[in-house]
């Protein structure tokens, strides 16, 4: 998968604004930097988590040949296993686009509050994540789990909070109310925002360096807290956004599985189409839309 990324100081030339944008992915922030190679460097840092879950990716970056970034480009791809980075050509003029107009969102200040459904999908040790806005904003993704998680309950968990994570770091600067139809993702996130560092069953907290991913997902939504609020929602009960959110995610799944039938090019599309037939602008905190759009685009 291609992707790219965009950085932009601001008039104090101290911080950048970055956004990294591509079929999968969608992540933005702000970093201390001290110029363009820098903030992108610090960008891919902030961003790997996300990366990582997509694997291999190839980050496209818009330098001059002549830059000193592309002396460091080895460094990078030790630092952060699985993402080379590579030049601009004039094929991916598209995902640059995308790019930019979500800096320029990034950018542009505070936003309205937005509902966003959240789901995961697991099964026979594979799992994808998937979440939808009420604007139409949506992301997806797959990942293998720790090979010594066997228990499928704490897989659906992960996948679970992964779509949580992910919906947060796509929508910065946003008041979010997050819906999940899991109690207990939904009671974990709860424990970790008191103070708590519990982990689905299976995971054991005295090994970090295992639980990278996991504990950049408690530490995120921790600082993240202000912003999010979580309700619970009934599954499967013709709830529009939720139903959006279980089809990204059983496309991300059965992707991973390569039992969709669908190529790596085709997927973003037939997401395009999930989110267009289940996005329902949903008033924060308001009661659930009980409406379910046609299924025809479901993942099924």
């Not at 992108?40 to 988590?49: C, K, N, Q, S």
């Not at 991916?92 to 686009?97: K, P, Q």
Request: with cysteine.
């Amino acid at each position: 998968m291609r992707c790219f990324i965009v950085v932009k100081g601001r008039s104090d030339a101290e911080r950048w604004d970055w956004v990294l944008a591509g079929p999968e992915l969608r992540a933005a922030g702000s970093l201390g930097a001290r110029g363009t190679e820098d903030a992108i460097i610090a960008a891919l840092g902030a961003a790997y988590d996300s990366l990582q879950s997509l694997a291999p990716v190839q980050v496209v970056v818009a330098l001059p040949s002549n830059s000193r970034f592309w002396i460091l480009t080895d460094e990078i791809a030790s630092a952060y296993p699985g993402v080379a980075v590579v030049p601009f050509v004039d094929e991916d003029a598209d995902i640059r686009a995308e790019a930019v107009e979500a800096l320029a969102v990034h950018r542009a200040g505070p936003l309205p509050p937005l509902v966003v459904a959240t789901d995961g999908s697991a099964h026979r040790g594979y799992i994808g994540w998937g979440w939808l806005a009420g604007d139409g904003q949506h992301g997806f993704g797959r990942q293998m789990p720790n090979a010594r998680i066997r228990d499928p309950q704490s897989l659906v968990v992960l996948a679970e909070l992964q779509a949580i994570a992910e919906a947060v770091r796509a929508l910065p600067r946003r008041t979010l109310t997050i819906r999940t139809d899991s109690r207990v993702a939904l009671a974990l996130i709860e424990s970790w925002l008191r103070g708590e560092e519990s982990m689905p069953k299976g995971y054991d907290t005295a090994h970090r360096a295992e639980l990278a991913g996991l504990t950049r997902m408690h530490d995120d939504l921790c600082r993240e807290s202000e912003r999010v609020s979580f309700e619970w929602v009934r599954g499967h009960v013709g709830e529009a956004l939720n139903e959006g959110a279980d089809s990204l995610a059983k496309l991300a799944r059965r992707f991973a599985e390569g039992t969709w039938g669908l190529t790596a090019e085709e997927i973003p599309a037939r997401a395009r189409a999930i989110a267009e037939t289940f996005a329902v602008p949903v008033p924060s905190g308001s009661a659930s839309a009980g409406h379910m759009a046609s299924g025809s685009a479901s993942a099924g």
